[in-house]
């Protein structure tokens, strides 16, 4: 019995874009959690009774494992129950990174069909693969899609007054 044989090696500026992208789906899954938070929270009102109150925060202990899929449906469905109308919008944009997200962390990676260019080697759970080769500029868009969305995001997390703590950041650094 064989062995495969080694992944070919990324090339640097494949290897960094990739590494900026998942950056960004990470800083947009904390988003959606600190969004998801203050949407469900504001929705409470003031005069909340104890019961409502840990009952909340047991879900919000359960949010901070989720995964982005799982967070863009909690999110989808904060806005609706907040009657934001920028939702649908927000839905398409987050249901393609999703996707690219599945892609850029599941994939192995080929070379492509022209130089400078990778092919990533993934199937989805319905079963079909990516059919097109991609290179540093195209994955850099979707840093730059997801970044943009994540934007928005916390634009709406801000509008509701509510915007708690972003791990790891002391007040220096975010308002500096």
Not at 16 to 31: D, K, N, R
Not at 48 to 61: D, F, I, N, T
Request: hydrophobic residues 40%; aromatic residues 6%; charged residues 25%.
């Amino acid at each position: 019995m064989s062995l495969p044989r080694a992944p070919d090696r990324l090339s640097d500026d494949m290897a960094q874009a990739i590494g900026h992208a998942v950056s960004a789906f990470g800083f947009l899954e904390e988003a959606l959690k600190r969004a998801i938070f203050s949407l469900t929270r504001q929705r409470l009102g003031e005069d909340v009774s104890e019961k409502a109150m840990q009952k909340w925060l047991r879900r919000m202990e359960d949010i901070a494992d989720d995964s982005l899929g799982t967070l863009i449906d909690s999110f989808i469905a904060a806005l609706r129950q907040a009657g934001i109308d920028e939702r649908h919008v927000l839905s398409d944009a987050l249901t393609k990174i999703r996707i690219q997200r599945n892609l850029l962390c599941h994939a192995s990676w080929r070379p492509g069909e022209q130089p400078g260019y990778w092919h990533p080697t993934f199937i989805n759970t319905r079963g079909e693969s990516y059919p097109d080769d991609m290179n540093p500029a195209d994955v850099m868009a979707v840093h730059a899609a997801t970044l943009g969305t994540a934007r928005r995001v916390v634009s709406i997390m801000r509008a509701t007054g509510i915007e708690g703590e972003w791990v790891g950041w002391d007040e220096e650094e975010v308002n500096g």
